[in-house]
């Protein structure tokens, strides 16, 4: 047992006074920064240059309503051709001319609506103009028929239905995005645990044997308390990797947010009842947090956890295996490939059947077999799994690990003494039976 | 005497290939014990199964008269062939570390460390990289590892290699002092002048088999053909090569000398009595060159392995 606590150690220590390690660490969460500051930089740049946009408005009441913004901005021709029109918009160097013809109807009105300019114009500047238009030819129309918008506000209905469980226990409010993409953020994290850490121990593991120093060490310590001290030893040094970029993500963006404001998307156009544009923010944000309060925090966290130990000891030691069995890096891809395979079948069975049905047979299925359950049980657990399931799931996942363990650690001792040898996996197999 | 390790009938299968085949051998406490063998004869699974790194198939293996088991981890020290050390750890630190898995704590670690690097004068390493020291220094660094914990039994593999003479000789000394403070020592090699100088028993392991063990006196003696050398410078040298060889049976010298006219090596049979051979060639010549030939370890090696 000391032996285990002192190898562990080690092998913490040494992972994180690791030059790349730490320049990892670091680096990650900072150049990531760097590009979502850059692109939102860059985008604001672009937004900067306001566009200018004439306009001949023959009706007399359009143009009083269209509102100009921080990227447009609407500027009256007063009675003008076509023809004249175009020339002072050229002339002003416009982004573009937008000329309304007079009609009786806002029908006949929307459909005469040009929208004259030198180059293509943009497609969200086109929705733009179309949505404030859109509106204020509706509100016209409210107006002609003699009903009041205020009215209307106020008696429009909306439904969010409220939905139960049949055992009654969660009032799951479906919000299917939230979930899904809960989900596959989890469903990722177990996948980029499992092989970053995982090509870790062994490369730890091959590290000790191409320098010989197992021999030396192997004298003192079993070979298992020795494979089982470097796996937990790295799995230390991996939590505290993510520990820090934790730190460093949430200080990254409480400036993020400080220095941008709220980057929520400000199509206010959209909202043909013109609702307040704050109002439509927050009522989103509060959809987001209450439908993400509604998943099974609990079971998702406890289930994380235990899925992610699971799998992790299960793909760990077979890379410790690996990483005993060859002698080089090149030998050992042989090995990786089948490994990389099973796990991005799992990840692949998760993203196009979960979705689709959480509690579908495949998704089902994949959720037993011990190589792919930690992931794609991970994305569907935010949709509700029956905790029977999930017993059932976890039962075959750690008795897998211990005969995985167990197996590795009989292909660990042998292998980390084996020098000069290509190793097959018939070799492998004939190293089992003895 | 008593034996600090019994191996009794040990044999060792991989697969189909036997490592090991019913082996015994005892080591007498306080002795140093020569393991020979050619390349791939078993020595290495031996010392393997001694370490506890692998299990025999069938037989016992005794230390200090009980069964071998894990506590006894830490009475043994071990120098393997194959040998290294990390990379990108310091060499303080890995020391320290591969003490501790020996069972020491940190700060008997620290002060024993601290007195061997002060006796081979290499305090100012404990900072330095592995890369940085060249193959002569990771050895004593490992020399140092394998005795740092004070153990009851070292087996040292080919431990002078990658050392120059000068430093071949400190460690030997080491040796010879970690003996005489009460070690028991297995010393695997093939260097058989080192095996002469050193040890006082061996057993010689070929093909999985022991071919032969016990003290290397008596191993001699069985193996000494009554050969000896004479060199005389005679009057008549040709008189007397005549005489000798209507007597013995005579075969070319094997030794060099100078200052005599006649060399040769004389066979005496069972009843024949060197003494009479001495009293023959003193008579006219001067005897310059009189001894009887023993086998060295490296003749004794190789006749046992051919002969196999």
Redo the contacts between chains.
């Keep these: 047992m000391e032996?285990f606590s002192?190898?562990a150690t080690?092998e913490y220590l040494?992972k994180i006074g690791?030059k790349s390690f730490i320049l990892m660490t670091l680096l990650l969460p900072i150049i990531l920064a760097g590009i979502t500051f850059l692109l939102s930089f860059l985008s604001s740049i672009n937004n900067d240059t306001s566009k200018n946009i004439s306009v001949v408005d023959n009706t007399g009441y359009i143009f009083q309503k269209l509102q100009s913004s921080d990227d447009i901005t609407y500027d009256l021709i007063i009675d003008s051709s076509l023809d004249n029109a175009k020339e002072i918009s050229r002339n002003k160097s416009d982004y573009g001319l937008l000329f309304i013809n007079n009609f009786d109807s806002p029908e006949e009105i929307a459909e005469s609506i040009m929208f004259i300019s030198e180059t293509s114009p943009s497609f969200t500047v086109l929705n733009k103009i179309e949505s404030q238009l859109e509106s204020i030819l509706t509100n016209e129309n409210f107006k002609i028929l003699g009903i009041d918008i205020n009215q209307i506000n106020s008696s429009k209905i909306i439904i969010n239905l409220f939905q139960e469980s049949f055992d009654g226990a969660e009032t799951t409010r479906v919000d299917g995005v939230v979930k899904l993409g809960f989900g596959f953020a989890l469903g990722m994290l177990l996948y980029f645990f499992i092989f970053a850490y995982g090509s870790m121990i062994m490369m730890s593991v091959m590290?000790?044997k191409t320098?010989?120093?197992v021999?030396?060490?192997?004298?003192?310590?079993?070979p298992f308390n020795l494979m089982t001290g470097k796996i937990i030893g790295v799995s230390l040094a991996g939590l505290t990797q993510v520990l820090i970029w934790c730190v460093m993500f949430s200080i990254f963006s409480y400036f993020f947010t400080t220095y941008f404001g709220i980057s929520a998307s400000s199509s206010s156009g959209e909202m043909i009842l013109s609702t307040d544009d704050a109002d439509a923010i927050s009522s989103f944000a509060l959809d987001m947090i209450s439908a993400f309060m509604n998943l099974p925090l609990t079971n998702i966290f406890f289930a994380f956890i235990i899925y992610f130990i699971g799998g992790y000891f299960l793909y760990a030691s077979i890379f410790a295996a690996i990483g005993a069995a060859v002698d080089n890096q090149a030998d050992a891809q042989q090995f990786m490939l089948p490994i990389t395979l099973i796990v991005i079948i799992g990840l692949y069975v998760g993203i196009l059947t979960v979705p689709e049905d959480p509690n579908g047979i495949v998704a089902q299925i994949f959720s037993y077999i011990p190589f792919t359950s930690p992931i794609v049980m991970m994305m569907r657990i935010p949709n509700g799994v029956p905790l029977y399931e999930q017993i059932i799931s976890l039962t075959i996942l750690f008795s897998s690990v211990l005969f995985i363990v167990w197996i590795s650690a009989k292909i660990y001792r042998i292998g980390i003494?084996m020098?000069g040898k290509k190793i097959t996996y018939g070799e492998i197999i004939?190293w089992l039976r003895? | 005497m008593s034996n600090i390790l019994s191996i009794d009938s040990v044999s060792k299968h991989y697969g189909n290939f036997t490592a090991l085949n019913n082996v015994s051998l005892n080591i007498r406490e306080g002795s140093i014990f020569g393991l020979l063998g050619p390349n791939g004869a078993g020595k290495t699974t031996l010392i393997r199964i001694i370490n506890q790194i692998t299990m025999p198939d069938s037989g016992k293996v005794l230390f200090d008269n009980t069964p071998l088991n894990i506590e006894h981890i830490r009475y043994i020290g071990y120098l393997p062939e194959e040998r290294g050390l990390y990379q990108k750890m310091s060499i303080g630190d890995q020391a320290l570390y591969l003490a501790q898995l020996k069972g020491l704590d940190n700060t008997t670690a620290k002060s024993e460390l601290n007195k061997w690097f002060e006796k081979f004068e290499i305090s100012d390493w404990w900072d330095k990289k592995v890369t940085e020291l060249s193959k002569g220094m990771a050895q004593k660094i490992q020399f140092i590892v394998t005795v740092l914990h004070k153990p009851k039994l070292l087996i040292f593999d080919e431990p002078f290699s990658g050392f120059d003479p000068i430093n071949a000789n400190l460690i030997k000394d080491e040796i010879i002092k970690l003996r005489d403070n009460g070690a028991t020592i297995i010393f695997s090699t093939h260097r058989m002048e080192s095996v002469e100088e050193l040890c006082e028993d061996i057993a010689l392991i070929n093909k999985s088999n022991k071919i032969l063990d016990g003290k290397l006196d008596d191993i001699k003696r069985r193996f000494k053909s009554n050969t000896f050398e004479v060199g005389v410078d005679s009057d008549n040298p040709d008189v007397l090569n005549k005489e000798l060889e209507s007597r013995y049976e005579l075969t070319r010298p094997s030794f060099r000398t100078i200052g005599d006219n006649l060399k040769v090596n004389v066979k005496l049979k069972n009843n024949q009595n060197p003494n009479d051979l001495l009293k023959l060639i003193s008579q006219n010549s001067k005897v310059i060159h009189f001894k009887e030939v023993i086998p060295s370890a490296n003749e004794i090696f190789i006749n046992s392995v051919e002969n196999d």
């Design positions: 032996h002192l190898i080690r040494n690791n590290e000790e320098s010989r120093i021999e030396i060490i192997i004298s003192s310590v079993k003494l020098y004939k003895s």
